[in-house]
């Protein structure tokens, strides 16, 4: 289940959604939500994150239900992502992945991006948002990562948790 790929891999499946998201958003000329784990390392495929993603799937199926227009969920060296063509306005659906990055238990731990028609990434600033902060030091989350500032393992360690929350909260604790 725990594929570890090669930094060469996770380079030629970003270029592949990249160029995915553009066909996706000629076929079906609507705004796209792209819903990815923050998971770092080379292992990005593994049960958990597939898990959350597939009851992250759920929820967003759930929020949006009638206006998701089509989904695809793929696995590869990126992890597992989820493409939506949802018909709602692009600015709209990208407050609500904003929401639910700020306010759903594993929503740090999400990465929503939101592409118009046109296939421009819609930032949290131009809705008047602040930049996303880091979940283990509340900085600016891009500064961490470009500096490298936390350890793999602690980045993977806040996830487990938080994943752990959720679970404890949908499942309760026999789970």
């Given at each position: 289940?725990?594929?570890?790929?090669?930094?060469?891999?996770?380079?030629?499946?970003?270029?592949?959604?990249?160029?995915?998201?553009?066909?996706?958003?000629?076929?079906?000329?609507?705004?796209l939500?792209?819903?990815?784990?923050?998971?770092?390392?080379?292992?990005k495929?593994n049960?958990?994150?597939?898990?959350?993603?597939?009851?992250?799937?759920?929820?967003?199926?759930?929020?949006?239900?009638d206006?998701?227009?089509?989904?695809?969920l793929?696995?590869?060296?990126?992890?597992?992502?989820?493409?939506?063509?949802?018909?709602?306005?692009?600015?709209?659906?990208k407050?609500?992945?904003?929401?639910?990055?700020?306010?759903?238990?594993?929503?740090?731990?999400?990465?929503?991006?939101?592409?118009?028609?046109?296939?421009?990434?819609?930032?949290?600033?131009?809705?008047?948002?602040?930049?996303?902060?880091?979940?283990?030091?509340?900085?600016?989350?891009?500064?961490?990562?470009?500096?490298?500032?936390?350890?793999?393992?602690?980045v993977?360690?806040?996830?487990?948790?938080?994943?752990r929350?959720?679970?404890?909260?949908?499942?309760?604790?026999e789970?």
């Amino acid at each position: 289940m725990m594929k570890e790929y090669t930094a060469d891999e996770l380079l030629l499946a970003r270029e592949k959604r990249v160029s995915l998201i553009g066909k996706l958003l000629k076929r079906h000329n609507t705004p796209l939500l792209v819903m990815r784990v923050n998971y770092p390392g080379l292992k990005k495929t593994n049960e958990m994150t597939t898990q959350i993603i597939e009851d992250m799937s759920s929820l967003i199926c759930t929020l949006l239900s009638d206006k998701i227009f089509s989904k695809l969920l793929l696995q590869g060296a990126e992890g597992p992502i989820l493409y939506v063509a949802v018909k709602e306005e692009a600015y709209a659906l990208k407050r609500m992945a904003v929401d639910l990055e700020e306010k759903h238990t594993l929503g740090r731990c999400l990465d929503l991006d939101v592409y118009d028609y046109e296939g421009k990434s819609i930032g949290r600033q131009e809705l008047g948002y602040p930049r996303r902060k880091c979940y283990l030091c509340e900085d600016d989350a891009h500064f961490c990562v470009r500096a490298g500032r936390h350890s793999e393992h602690e980045v993977i360690g806040y996830i487990e948790e938080k994943y752990r929350e959720y679970r404890e909260n949908v499942y309760g604790r026999e789970h």
